[in-house]
């Protein structure tokens, strides 16, 4: 299957910091990327959808502008947690799908833990 | 967000042993996916679905589409210790690359 790079694997950070995670697809071009968060014990929710070229599409309760995502190009789009704070500490993953791709791959995810 | 409802939530069986879960929504979906995600890892996919009814194979893992288009269920035959982990159904409404709606999860548990 395609391979989707996520990077850091974890992070820890003082709070007022911000941190950047950054996503890839190695094999394909991913015009469609998405952004999930996970908490302990629960299932993925998704916080925005990214398309390559165009602004985030946020869903309901999430801060785009705590949430920064950059689609810049057909295999990278980063997620930027400004101003992080304890309630931020969660499990980031990110996922990627092609042109013509209806799966959906899945980054390692990130651990962010926040002071 | 909406959720799927996928069950049971938990599952305890012996190696060898079959397994067998589902997720059922209110809404159709056009796409069911099938992902099994290990402690800190990202999900990773199983098997795809594009058609109501349609049935799939891969290796000792089998799912199915209903063809109400509301539900999916996923069999696991003569577990073996690397199918500890959580499964989770994923579904998605539209066609492309519309988001997936996540299941709540199964954790599957192999006693020794």
């Known amino acids: 299957g395609a391979v989707v790079s996520q990077h850091p694997s974890r992070v820890i950070c003082k709070s007022g910091t911000s941190v950047k995670i950054e996503c890839r697809s190695l094999?394909?071009?991913?015009?469609?990327m998405f952004w999930y968060r996970q908490f302990p014990k629960q299932s993925l929710m998704l916080m925005a959808t990214?398309?390559?070229?165009?602004?985030?599409?946020?869903e309901q309760g999430v801060e785009k502008d705590k949430f920064l995502i950059n689609h810049a190009s057909l295999t990278l789009s980063t997620l930027t947690v400004t101003s992080a704070h304890p309630e931020d500490s969660s499990f980031y993953i990110c996922?990627?799908?092609?042109?013509?791709?209806?799966?959906?791959?899945f980054g390692s995810g990130t651990q962010l833990s926040v002071l | 967000g909406q959720q799927l409802n996928q069950s049971p939530q938990s599952m305890f069986i012996q190696e060898g042993e079959d397994v067998s879960m589902n997720c059922t929504s209110s809404s159709i979906f056009n796409t069911w996916l099938w992902y099994k995600q290990d402690p800190g890892e990202g999900p990773v996919l199983l098997i795809a679905l594009y058609k109501a009814g349609e049935l799939t194979s891969n290796g000792r893992l089998t799912a199915q589409f209903g063809i109400t288009r509301k539900d999916s269920f996923l069999n696991i035959s003569a577990s073996i210790p690397s199918d500890v982990g959580i499964y989770f159904c994923?579904?998605?409404?539209?066609?492309?690359?519309?988001?997936?709606?996540f299941g709540t999860g199964t954790r599957l548990t192999i006693i020794p």
């Open positions: 996922s990627a799908s092609g042109r013509t791709n209806e799966k959906l791959f």
């Open positions: 990214s398309n390559e070229g165009s602004k985030a599409t946020y």
């Open positions: 994923a579904g998605r409404m539209g066609f492309g690359n519309e988001k997936l709606t």
């Open positions: 094999d394909f071009q991913a015009t469609t």
